[in-house]
């Protein structure tokens, strides 16, 4: 039996470990298929507070990992499979393996959707991003593709136009799904040049470990071509990590799981951080700082229920 379970190992669930361990609750962290979270997944992170020099998105959270074990989190390798949460105490199944906890955190994310090219997931991180916000500032005066025809490309291609001198979006249809107003935005830019009932076949160059171009296919003629550029913004949309969950804590209509009062979801004694409740920041920093709210509200829950040890 255990005080607190947090299902996630990245910004969020670390931070909520760094909290709920402090506070005395023995968290046990359940670190999932991607341990660490999306920051292992880039290099340099400049917009994290108290690192004037930018770090290393893994380095920063193997700090975060070791701050929380330092004051008695432990750590689990592997998914969890399926959780009850119509009683507590709250079980939550590994595959064979079943665990009864009182109060339980949830910080699994969101996942970018990806084009599903090899050279794209070998050049993430190394000039592929699925973040503008975070990565815009290293293409000042560059060029950049941004693949999309919706809300978050015609968003990520208008704040890109701040930094980059060249904005290509690409996109596969002949007309966008962004909002009447963001298309306006999007197609009065100067900066932005659209290419139109296109795809992206192929990232170049892993080879070069960086990206130099990307190679191109007319949807409606099938010709091919090559574009030069700096970095590709992929902006196709995110997916919550929250499959697990359905039916037993609310979402949206997109799956994003809905708190209220803090970090409280529906069910008493289950809370929620990080990206997997938040479809707007996206952020290392606001998924740590809901991590922090989620473990004050666990352990206020425990208290008031007595059930802390
Ligand atoms: C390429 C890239 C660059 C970025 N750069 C920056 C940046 O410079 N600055 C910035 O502020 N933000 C950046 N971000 C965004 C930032 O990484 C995220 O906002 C942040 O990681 C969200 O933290 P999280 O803990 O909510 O979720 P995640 O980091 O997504 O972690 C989710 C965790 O849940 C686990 N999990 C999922 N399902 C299960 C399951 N069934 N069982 C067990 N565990 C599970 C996963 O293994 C993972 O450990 C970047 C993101 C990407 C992809």
């Not at 690192?51 to 893994?58: A, E, T």
């Not at 689990?76 to 109060?103: H, I, N, W, Y």
């Not at 170049?204 to 007319?218: A, S």
């Amino acid at each position: 039996m255990r005080n607190v379970v947090i299902i996630g190992s990245g910004c969020a669930g670390l931070t909520a470990a760094i909290y709920a361990a402090r506070a005395n609750l023995n968290p046990l962290v359940v670190r999932g298929h991607e341990a660490g979270g999306q920051l292992t997944l880039t290099t340099l992170v400049e917009n994290y507070p108290g690192f004037p020099k930018g770090v290393q998105g893994p380095e920063l959270i193997e700090l975060m990992q070791k701050q929380a074990q330092e004051f008695g989190a432990e750590f689990l390798e592997g998914d969890v499979t399926r959780v009850d949460l119509s009683k507590r105490p709250f079980t939550v199944e590994m595959g064979k393996e079943t665990l009864q906890t009182q109060a339980l955190i949830v910080a699994t994310g969101a996942s970018a959707m990806l084009l599903g090219l090899e050279s794209e997931r070998q050049l993430l991180g190394h000039g592929v991003s699925t973040c503008a916000t975070c990565d815009g500032y290293f293409y000042r005066g560059k060029d950049v593709v941004v693949v999309g025809g919706g809300d978050t490309a015609a968003e990520d291609a208008l704040f890109l136009t701040r930094y980059a001198k060249q904005v290509n979006v690409v996109h596969r249809r002949d007309e966008l799904r962004a909002s009447k107003i963001m298309q306006k935005r999007m197609l009065d830019n100067k900066v932005i040049d659209m290419v139109w009932n296109t795809v992206v076949t192929e990232v170049l160059d892993p080879g070069k470990g960086e990206v130099t171009g990307v190679r191109l296919k007319n949807v409606e003629t099938g010709e091919e071509s090559v574009k030069e550029t700096d970095g590709l913004f992929i902006a196709i949309g995110h997916s919550p990590n929250t499959e697990l969950f359905k039916g037993q804590l609310e979402m949206n209509d997109v799956g994003y799981l809905v708190t209220h009062d803090g970090s409280r979801t529906n069910v008493p004694g289950v809370f929620a951080a990080g990206d997997c409740r938040d479809h707007v920041y996206r952020q290392a920093v606001t998924a740590a700082g809901t991590g922090c709210m989620a473990a004050i509200d666990a352990e206020r829950f425990l208290a008031e229920n007595s059930h802390a040890k």
